[in-house]
């Protein structure tokens, strides 16, 4: 089946996978845990979760790797682990896989500020950043997801070290929250800037994620905005609504029933890959795919 992932979009819908950090709560891991260290110590519940969502109708998955940067781990007591713990999450997922989807290594904000907001400079990050990629594509990865950003510079300097790396595909995805001046970052971007950021920055396909109190109605108009900023092809992986607590749990309230039956309006706005974020399970994007398969 696997060609190239950019030929694969021309005039069709991808679908991609749902959560892979929710997921793993649902089967144990404790909330605030890190998630990255399962690659090595629960290695088989993390490629159960990426066997499910190919079984559920996944052709794009994404790695267990997305606070996986030196500095991320560190704070974890994981930082010496950090080419291991990536390569494997990336090897999980392929052998997940086989050859009936593609992968894409995560990359998330590296947690930090930088400079003069915070001690980071921009250089340090771009090697952080390096590293990681450098060991997802080792792993095996076929490509790089840049996901859940909010800062131009951070989002830069991920897609910069991917494209460093010598990765296949970079796909990066910004994360907004709805106010009064509409769809922006928390840190101020637009949906069309964010697009045109991602773009100029060297992405092949551009998108968002996750984001705060959006429903698919948002995501459609952000998508909307994105095909009117850029000619890339476009992601969208919504959250399963807002999550809500349960004692230390952290649930979201969307089935997959009522996501699935409003998944035509991301692909009426001219998304090309479709999947899901937080909360969303494999069962998630079985429907999706049942609806998609209309």
Known sequence: MKGSLIDAL??????????????????????????ESWNTGRPDQVQAVHRDYVEAGARLLTTNSFRGTRYALAGFGLAEQTVELNRRAAELAKAAAGDRAWILGSIGPFGGFLMPMGE?????????????????????????????????????????????AGAAVVAAAMTFEKGREGHRTMMGVTAGDAARVMA??????????CGTGLIIRDYAHIVTQFREAVSAPILVRPNAGAPQLAGDRVYYTQSPEAMASEIS?????GARIIGGCCGTTPEHIRAFARELGK
């Not at 959560?19 to 890190?34: D, K, M, N």
């Not at 590293?131 to 800062?151: H, P």
């Open 200 to 209: 100029g920055a060297g992405a092949d396909i551009v998108g968002t994620n």
């Open 265 to 269: 309006a991301l692909v009426s706005a």
């Open 10 to 35: 021309d005039g069709h819908i991808l679908l991609a996978d749902g959560a892979i950090g929710t997921e793993l709560q649902r089967r144990g891991l404790e909330p605030g845990a890190c998630a």
């Open 120 to 164: 980071t400079s921009v250089d340090q990050l771009y090697s952080w950043f390096l590293e990681q990629v450098s060991a997802l594509l080792e792993g095996g990865a076929d490509g790089i997801v840049v996901e859940t950003m909010a800062a131009r510079e951070e989002v830069e300097t991920a897609i910069r070290a991917a494209r460093a």
